[in-house]
């Protein structure tokens, strides 16, 4: 698919030039793609080449934000059905967000009993942080709540792991960058090794 075209890429922490750069070349009249893993507008690309975009000025640019399935979806997938329910979605990553307010938000996810999916969890650098929020988790619901890990969900060498809060321990020397943790609400279960957050229907 992108034979004959030309391609321009950056690793991690260059985000910002590389949105800069497809904004030059979209202004320019190019027909730009900035690809995104999981879903651009999720803790992705999206925003950054729409803030990008209206800072340059210029020519006014069509910008179309195709959707894709984000890490915490699949993830969620793979274990079972944990989003049934209420859940908050919170990145362990402090490049961009103080820690002080990576807590705050910890604290009130776990406080209002929403089922907690945990993006950028442990990378080489930070790694007390996730100790850190399971601990502050842990304030709030017992450590016999279900929990699950998924690294690299739906990629080559995906694995799963379903345990609990108290157990999710044993796995910190294998998160990473790539994993997704999932910690249930009070209500969560786990039934024939699926994580199960019942959405209320009465009866069942």
């Excluded at 949105?19 to 651009?40: I, L, N, Q």
Aim: net charge negative.
């Amino acid at each position: 698919m992108i034979a004959g075209k030309e391609v321009f890429t950056s690793g991690m922490t260059f985000e910002v030039e590389r949105c800069a750069k497809a904004v030059e070349f979209a202004a320019a009249g190019a027909r730009v793609a900035v690809v995104s893993s999981g879903d651009a507008g999720i803790y992705g690309m999206a925003g950054l080449v729409m803030q990008l975009a209206h800072k340059a000025g210029g020519p006014v640019l069509d910008i179309e934000v195709i959707p894709g399935v984000p890490a915490f979806v699949a993830s969620a997938a793979i274990l079972g059905a944990p989003l049934m329910h209420d859940f908050a979605s919170v990145s362990l990553s402090d490049l961009l967000t103080p820690w002080t307010k990576i807590e705050e938000r910890l604290t009130a996810a776990a406080s209002a009993d929403f089922v907690i999916c945990l993006y950028n969890p442990k990378s080489s650098k930070r790694t007390e942080g996730l100790a850190m929020a399971v601990d502050i988790i842990s304030g709030f619901r017992p450590v016999s709540t279900p929990a699950g890990l998924v690294r690299n969900a739906t990629r080559e060498g995906e694995e799963a792991h379903l345990t609990t809060l108290g157990g999710l321990a044993q796995y910190y020397e294998r998160i990473d960058m790539l994993s997704i943790i999932i910690v249930g609400n009070s209500q969560t279960i786990t039934e024939a090794g699926r994580m199960i957050t019942p959405r209320g229907y009465q009866g069942v």
